[in-house]
């Protein structure tokens, strides 16, 4: 298998944009994310969370499962808040540790150019957070936003034997 | 410029020491250095009239002359260290310098010297011998300096103690450079024990599927054909490239290794190593990331593959349980950086240092020579590049490697982008 990370970060934008759509009803989603559209960002963020996700998982059996920490409570969403995933894995490789910076850094491009000019200057939109078996069971860190009470942390991907 | 040298002299002449260490630090190793030593011992120590320096043979219980100063070297008689009658034996034996004073030149010399050196001495003439053994803090000795001279007070205490420092710093470095010496052997050693092995390897398969398509008995399929050509192929390739990593190390001894830069597009070379390095497994799963709008840079194109090659070999091999590869090629701060990430065994932190030398390996037991690296090294570094690693045991291996961008490839940072290639022309 060989998975050219550009084609697949566009596949995942438009996939995320196709997604939002059909959620609002076939109204043109890109220019509602233009506009800040909170119901629309929701949507399109959690989509290309799945998407994102889903493409670590495929590609690592270290990847256990995927969540996407929810925005704070007071905190509104605009298309320049940051998307935090948190990967719990078996363990932290190399490899992964190499394709997550890729995503992150190939998605930034993307969606810069896709939501233009309102994120021309994002310097961050997704940041991904590797917790081990270790840092899950003692909820060390982002580990402890998955049980949250207050604000829990949403699965968007699993692997089938979890 | 002229008052700046008299001065360095006349430091070095107050300290004798620091010539003599620097002279040994110039020093390229120790069987072209040995036979200097007595030379420079005598420059320091201009009333010396002849040195010699002994080196213990282990086998032979004796102290072997390996340089002379003031005499022939083939003139110097061996000394059993045991000899307490001579001041060698007995400064070896005891482990500290012994002073002598002799009265007739002639008759002591001639325990050291071969009677022809020793014609010249006059009847009577007073003779001051010295002698310092070498040898390490833990009490290691490896052999005698041993210094004659005609002069009066030649050894005076303040020139007994240089000579006493000089056979300490003689010590280490010798010791230092026995043990290189031991270390290359064993490695060399090694190599050949390896080398036989990789060869016969691919060259039994060769032989076994070539005679087994001649022989008139069996009736093979064409299928059946076809699968014993792919193997003869496939292994006459394993050959190929160890015949040729052992010519480009040969290069890099010599200085021949030679790279011809030439304006490339890198995200061709990256995917075509990559779909390459897919054929050669099924267990691992390949993820490509290249900015879009790749600059055209100036590099090596065949060399520049070679190392990707390597890196991705070396990425297969050392995680035989499979699993994803990353590779990632990025413009940062004028440099491209590549990257071949992995998810196997890793590198433990003392192995991480010594990967680029030449035939270390960290696992014996899988194939390779260990001259992979190395090799991968002087090409990075020939077309002006770093190379290096990152790794945890058990958490899978990081490498990297720069290019540099010439300043007509330089495009600004903001306008990077990272996308991966797809439709480029070739190179």
């Known amino acids: ?162 | 410029m002229g008052h700046r040298h008299k001065k360095r002299c006349s430091l070095f002449k107050r300290y004798p020491v620091a010539l003599f260490y620097r002279k040994l630090l110039e020093a390229f190793d120790l069987d072209g250095f040995l036979p200097q030593v007595a030379f420079l011992l005598r420059e320091a120590v201009p009333e010396i009239d002849a040195a010699v320096v002994y080196l213990y043979d282990n086998a032979g219980k004796r102290l072997v002359p390996v340089s002379a100063c003031g005499c022939e070297l083939k003139d110097v008689r061996e000394v059993h260290f045991e000899t307490e009658t001579s001041l060698v034996g007995k400064a070896f034996s005891r482990g500290r310098p012994f002073l002598q004073r002799e009265q007739e030149a002639a008759k002591v010399l001639a325990q050291y010297f071969k009677p022809a050196s020793c014609a010249h001495f006059r009847p009577g003439q007073i003779v001051s011998l010295f002698c310092v053994p070498m040898d390490l803090s833990d009490g290691t000795r490896f052999g005698c300096l041993l210094f004659f001279s005609a002069a009066k007070n030649t050894f005076s205490p303040r020139r007994a103690a240089f000579l006493k420092r000089a056979a300490k710093i003689m010590g280490l470095f010798i010791y230092k450079a026995q043990t290189l010496k031991q270390s290359q052997e064993k490695k060399y050693s090694s190599l050949v024990c390896t080398l036989s092995h990789e060869l016969r390897t691919p060259l039994t398969c060769i032989k076994g599927y070539a005679t087994t398509l001649l022989s008139r008995e069996g009736q093979w399929s064409r299928d059946e054909e076809q699968e014993f050509l792919k193997i003869i192929d496939a292994e006459a390739d394993t050959m190929k490239e160890l015949i040729n990593d052992l010519m480009d190390s040969s290069m890099i001894e010599s200085g021949l290794l030679s790279v011809h830069k030439e304006p490339v597009l890198l995200p061709r070379i990256i995917s075509k190593a990559v779909d390459d390095a897919r054929l050669r497994t099924t267990k691992h799963k390949f993820v490509v990331s290249i900015p879009r709008d790749f600059p055209v840079i100036e590099a090596d194109p065949v060399r520049t593959r070679q190392v990707l090659d390597n890196l991705l070999e070396n990425a297969i091999k050392y995680s035989p349980e499979g699993g994803l590869i990353v590779v990632q090629c990025r413009i940062d701060r004028g440099e491209v950086i590549l990257s071949v990430a992995d998810e196997g065994m890793g590198i433990a932190p003392e192995h991480l240092n010594r990967l680029f030398e030449k035939f270390y390996r960290v696992k014996s037991d899988l194939a390779g020579t260990g001259l992979g690296l190395p090799v991968a090294c002087e090409i990075v570094e020939k077309q002006g590049g770093r190379i290096w690693a990152k790794s945890t045991p058990g958490k899978g291996s990081t490498f990297y490697f720069t290019l540099p961008l010439t300043p007509m490839d330089q495009v600004p940072e903001e306008e990077e982008c990272p996308v991966e290639e797809t439709n480029h022309p070739g190179c």
Not at chain 1, 96 to 114: F, G, P, T
């Open chain 1, 1 to 162: 298998m060989y998975s050219k990370l550009v084609e697949r970060v566009t596949n995942m934008l438009e996939d995320s944009l196709r997604y939002s759509e059909e959620k609002l009803g076939e109204i043109n989603a890109l220019e509602l994310l233009k506009k800040n559209d909170t119901e629309a960002l929701g949507y399109f963020r959690y989509s290309l969370a799945m998407q994102a996700g889903n493409f670590l998982g495929e590609n690592s059996e270290h990847v256990l499962e995927v969540f996407v920490c929810p925005e704070e409570a007071d905190e509104e969403i605009t298309a320049t808040l940051p998307l935090t995933l948190v990967v719990r894995v078996e363990k932290h490789t190399a490899a992964l540790a190499s394709i997550a910076e890729a995503l992150q850094n190939v998605l930034l491009e993307e969606y810069r150019k896709l939501l233009s000019p309102l994120a021309d200057n994002l310097a961050l939109f997704l940041k991904v957070y590797f917790v081990d078996e270790d840092d899950f069971l003692r909820r060390k860190g982002l580990a402890a936003a998955v049980g949250s009470l207050y604000a829990p942390a949403l699965r968007v991907w699993r692997r089938s034997f979890v």
